[in-house]
């Protein structure tokens, strides 16, 4: 039997999954829900935000002590400030955003695409300086132009940045999308994480093919829970992974079951016999129905 590629499913309820409307989580919910994931195998946990505030930086250090098995990385915009909230934090690991598309870089951010990757390196350079372990997330990546998103990918491998995280922040890709994008940011030697938003319902079916691809990581909520349609099922993501014949993530449906049945009453999210009620487009998604029977190949 072939040996099973490892999938690290990274847990962001608590800074994505945080921002779906109607959803606030004090700190006493963060810092359950942060040690009912590390006690049920998560092995990275996406904490906050530390420019948000001293509060914020408070929540994650406290979610860090409490969590000492799991890796703990916090989110940052290019800029200096950000990064050195994150210091007073001291996590595991600062993931910093990078706009790669035009609409994002020119009418979100106002700069031309050299001067929003100056911005990023020097951020880089700052926590690298520091000690810190540095990932970059490639916001918009799905709507970037391939050109661009390959000199950046290469660009990062040539400044000594490895971990990179393909950002569908609009919600816009098909399965095959998904795939081609991981395979573009592999072929220049990178790690490659993913993280998809359920805008069109194929957050779960997205992230899959993109870890069939080569990703080895996937970024994943809590029943889905995230801005706008939500994010990335983990319970639905780890049954299709175990399901594929192909990945064995480190986070099983049956732990995954485990940490919904404890986080439920937190989150406000009935279940009914162990499952969740309205469980959404992506409830009957089967690992089998994204393969092609006659070729064998992933969309």
């Not at 860090?64 to 940052?76: A, D, R, Y």
């Not at 132009?145 to 393909?166: N, P, Q, S």
């Not at 922040?169 to 998904?178: D, E, K």
């Not at 995954?256 to 937190?266: K, N």
Request: aromatic share 4%; net charge neutral; with cysteine.
């Amino acid at each position: 039997m072939k040996k099973r590629d490892r999938l690290r499913l990274v847990d962001t309820t608590l800074r994505d999954g945080g921002q779906m409307p109607g959803l606030v989580l004090s700190k006493r919910k963060r810092l359950f829900l942060a040690r009912i994931l590390a006690a049920c195998g998560v092995g990275q946990i996406e904490a906050g935000v530390p420019a948000m505030g001293a509060e914020e930086i408070e929540i994650i250090r406290e979610i860090k002590e409490n969590c000492p098995s799991t890796l703990i990385s916090v989110w940052n915009r290019s800029r200096r400030e950000d990064i050195t909230a994150s210091f007073a934090c001291g996590p595991d690991l600062i993931h910093i955003c990078l706009p790669v598309s035009e609409l994002q870089i020119r009418r979100k951010l106002g700069l031309e695409p050299r001067a929003a990757l100056d911005a990023f390196f020097a951020c880089a350079e700052l926590a690298m300086d520091r000690g810190y372990a540095v990932s970059a997330g490639l916001e918009d990546a799905s709507r970037a132009d391939r050109a661009f998103l390959r000199h950046v990918a290469r660009e990062l491998k040539e400044k000594g940045i490895d971990r990179v995280r393909l950002c569908d922040t609009v919600g816009v890709l098909l399965p095959g999308g998904a795939a081609e994008l991981t395979r573009l940011c592999l072929d220049e030697g990178l790690e490659i994480g993913f993280h998809a938003h359920n805008d069109l319902g194929m957050a779960e079916a997205n992230s899959l093919c993109a870890a069939l691809a080569g990703a080895s990581s996937v970024d994943v909520t809590l029943f889905g829970i995230g801005e706008r349609a939500g994010n990335c099922d983990m319970r639905k993501l780890a049954h299709l992974a175990e399901g594929s014949g192909r990945l064995s993530p480190d986070v099983g449906e049956r732990a995954a079951a485990e940490i919904e049945r404890q986080a439920a009453p937190l989150l406000g999210v009935a279940t009914v016999c162990g499952r969740r009620s309205g469980m959404g487009v992506g409830a009957g998604l089967d690992a089998g129905a994204l393969q092609g029977r006659e070729t064998g190949r992933w969309l």
